[in-house]
């Protein structure tokens, strides 16, 4: 925080020391002086007050307090809401929030290592009852899952990647899972934004989309093999966070480039290719799958949510570039 203020202070003096050496060429008596140091002083001050607004506007989405949300969460704890939930976590919290990508879940490494930009500290934390979760009340998680906001109102990264279309029972089963898994004791450095985050977040590259906003509930349809679960697991398993809206590999930065069109690839998969490029990596034509298509992680679905997953994929129009 003490760095980006630095840099927020020193953008705003470059703006307005340029404003002045705009405003005096402009007085200046020589002609060529108005016209080449106001050109010159103005786009400088334009330039310099633009960023000092973005940093600004970035540091107060980061640092500012957020409504926190009222939910309501009671948490039964069943042996079978319990495996639910460690299946669930294992898919869709073992990836940061643990070294090895499997759980449990002792905190993980810096995102930004993963993005090769310097954005800071960003350590998924341990998140194990010997860890934050001691900190944290049923609600608290159930809200920090949704809309990324502490019980005091920070924001925490998780707002970055809210897992808004999961449902309410499974965000519930993870908690369950959560207070029984074993209890470790690791630290992992807070969170700490390079100015470079805190210009991502200002210019809207970065955002926080549900931070501000009354949870909605969330259903789910049942879990069986049908295209309706299917686009249930393909929504909170994020794959249009990479292969875009429409999966058809259109995806706006800051997603990675070069995912595939998945509906056009996948209908004419049978559904044992789909099984066997999810769960092994090498897709029908012998090609290996490459990173960041994470597909160790899909792979760990179970029968029914693949199953559906693929129906609901080859149920899908195909979309080919030029339409
Ligand atoms: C894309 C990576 C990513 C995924 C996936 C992810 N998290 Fe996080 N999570 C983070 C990061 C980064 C932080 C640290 C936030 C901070 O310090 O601001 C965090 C923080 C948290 C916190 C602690 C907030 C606090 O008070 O400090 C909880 C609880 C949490 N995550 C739960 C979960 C659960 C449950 C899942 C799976 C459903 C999950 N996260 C999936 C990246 C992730
Ligand atoms: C982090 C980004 C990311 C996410 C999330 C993601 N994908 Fe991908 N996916 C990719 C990339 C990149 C490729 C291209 C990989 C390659 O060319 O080897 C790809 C390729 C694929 C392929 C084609 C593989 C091949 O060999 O032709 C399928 C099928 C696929 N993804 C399915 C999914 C499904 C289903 C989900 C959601 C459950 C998903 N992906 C989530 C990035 C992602």
């Known amino acids: 925080m003490f760095a980006n203020i630095v840099v927020l202070v020193i953008v705003l003096a470059l703006a307005i020391l340029f404003g002045w050496l705009t405003y005096r060429a402009v007085r200046a008596k020589a002609l060529w002086v108005k016209i080449v140091g106001g050109l010159l002083g103005g786009i400088a001050t334009l330039l310099f007050a633009a960023v000092t607004v973005i940093f600004a506007k970035g540091m107060f989405d980061l640092y500012r307090t957020y409504p926190v949300a009222a939910v309501n969460v009671t948490i039964e704890g069943t042996p079978e809401q319990i495996a639910r939930g460690e299946h669930l976590a294992g898919f869709l919290c073992a990836s940061c929030h643990s070294l090895s990508g499997e759980l ?8 930004s290592e993963d993005s090769g930009l310097p954005l800071g500290d960003v350590y998924p934390p341990n998140i194990t009852p010997g860890g934050k979760l001691k900190e944290l009340q049923d609600a608290d ?12 109102g920070q924001l925490t990264a998780m707002g970055f990647f809210p897992l808004r279309a999961l449902s309410d029972d499974d965000a519930k089963a993870i908690i369950a899972y959560l207070r029984r898994a074993p209890a470790v004791e690791n630290v992992r450095p807070s969170m ?24 909605q509930p969330v259903t789910a349809p049942p879990k069986a093999v049908t295209v ?3 686009k249930y697991v393909a929504d909170f398993g994020d794959c249009r966070g990479c292969h875009g ?8 930065p800051p997603a990675p480039p070069g995912a595939s069109n998945l509906t056009v690839i996948v209908p004419k998969w049978s559904k044992d290719d789909f099984f066997k490029t999810m769960r092994t990596g090498i897709d029908p034509t012998g090609h290996q799958v490459q ?25 899908l129009e195909p979309i080919t570039p030029n339409k």
């Open 104 to 111: 449990p879940l002792t905190g993980g490494k810096n995102l």
């Open 141 to 152: 998680v159930f809200r920090i899952i949704r809309t990324g906001v502490r019980p005091n």
């Open 192 to 215: 700490n934004a390079s100015p470079l985050l805190v210009a991502f977040v200002g210019l809207g590259f970065i955002s926080a989309p549900g931070a501000d906003k009354p949870i």
């Open 228 to 230: 309706e679960y299917g």
């Open 245 to 252: 809206e429409k999966l058809d590999g259109n995806a706006p």
């Open 291 to 315: 990173p960041p298509m994470p597909w160790q992680t899909i792979g760990k679905l179970d029968d029914v949510e693949l199953e559906a997953l693929y129906l609901y994929l080859h149920s």
